[in-house]
Structures are given as structure tokens and as C-alpha cells.
């Protein structure tokens, strides 16, 4: 048995394909490659694999990971040719890789951060944005509400905001760069903080490329507080 880590592209024609179906399509085309595809037990077998956290939906990548167990060792050139035919348009492998077998399974558990660029129309001068961008990061807590099928809870996004720059893009358009935390543990979302600087977050005026994934530090440490939740202060047992 084999495993390999496959870094992909998802690209304009799949930013409105959510995770559960990307991840329907990647299985199909396995199947259609013919790779000897490590299956998990029970009554619905389906391929072993995982994935990095999910793209938000509207979003491309260009450094997005998933793990692969094969029944029988291939060449990563092997591999990536024989998936690469059967993969549509905006779906491209880029790198893939095997874990040594005296390693731990990958389960991506560890990433914890994400590098953004958010591009998004304004009337907003480029100084106006700088100067909402150092006062958002020079709060010590940014409460947000969140809701949708869960209680709605309150969660403090500051420390899930690393870092934050903008730069032009023509007369009406800004290009925000930033770097959240990410993962099992909870996240800032770039919707949120397009918000926060007080521009517009609807579907039509953004694009949302994530450029990276990766590991940095541990994660923060809980600061109680009454009535305050945040996921990324949970710890996996």
C-alpha cells in the first residue's frame, strides 16, 4: 500500500462547485483512471482519502491538497498523468508526492493557516482602506455574529487575522492580501473581513483566491469569557 499527497489548482470553472462535489468529481475520475484505489470498509465502499479545509464556495485555489492511498505503489509522473486525463477543466494537478511508509497518515489535521487574495470593487481610496486595516488590527477583540443552521454565537476573529494589506487594481478595484487562521480548530473567514473594512462582501463583487496552505505556531489559547465561543480554541481528543 501507498500513500501520496496531490497538491491541485481549482480554477474559475469550478468556484461555484461546492467541496462535497468536488470531492464527487475527484472520485470519478479515479475510478475512471483505473488506479488500484485503497477502499474504506463497510456497505458503501468509496476511495481513502482526506482533504485540506474546505475552499469557501465562490472561491479558487491554487494550492489545494488532498491525500490518496493506493493498493499498489506508482511514480508520482505515473500518477499525475493518468488522473490529469480524467480531471474537467479548472481541475489540475500540480505536484504530487508520496508519504514514506514509516510516516504517520496525512490527515491534514495540522494546517492551521491560509494566505488570501481578495479582489473587490470600491470607491474607497487606497489610503481610506490602509488606514480601516490598521484599526481593525489594532482592536484587541473583533466580535462577529455568526449563525445559519447552528444557534447563532459570537466569535472573536482577532486572533484569526494574521496579517492584512491591500494594493490597487485599476480605478475601481482593490486587492486585499491576507493571511487567517484556517482548519479543524475554526477560522476568520475573507467574506468577514471584507466586511469588517466596511466594502462590499456579495458574491458579485468579490474574487476570492486562496494561494496557500500551511502550518504556523500552535493555536491560540482560550480567553474565557461569558457567552463568548470560539471553534478554534477546541482541542481534538
Known sequence: MA??????????????????DL??????????????????????PHPKMSFGPPLPLGATGEAEVFSLHLTEPLTAEALTERLRA??????????VWTVPGYKKRETFGDINVA?????????LSLAEIHARGRDLLAREEIIVERGGERPERAVDLRPMILTLWAEARGEDEVEL????RTGSHGGARPQEVVTLLGLDP?????RIC????????????????????????????
Not at 475510478?31 to 477502499?39: I, K, Y
Not at 492580501?177 to 487567517?180: A, V, Y
Request: aromatic share 6%; proline share 7%; with cysteine.
Open 202 to 206: 456579495s458574491d458579485g463583487a468579490l
Open 86 to 95: 480524467q480531471l474537467p477543466a479548472g481541475f489540475d494537478i500540480t505536484d
Open 210 to 237: 486562496r494561494t496557500a496552505l500551511g502550518v504556523e505556531g500552535e493555536v491560540p489559547p482560550e480567553r474565557p469569557k461569558p457567552g463568548l465561543h470560539r471553534r478554534w480554541t477546541r482541542t481534538r481528543r
Open 115 to 123: 494566505d488570501y487574495r481578495v479582489v473587490v470593487a470600491t470607491e
Open 177 to 180: 492580501i491576507m493571511k487567517l
Open 23 to 44: 470531492k464527487r468529481t475527484l472520485e470519478r475520475a479515479l475510478r475512471r483512471a483505473r488506479l488500484p484505489l485503497e477502499l474504506t470498509q463497510g456497505h458503501n
Open 3 to 20: 500513500q501520496y499527497i496531490c497538491r491541485y489548482r481549482k480554477g474559475e470553472p469550478l468556484r461555484w462547485i461546492g467541496h462535497l
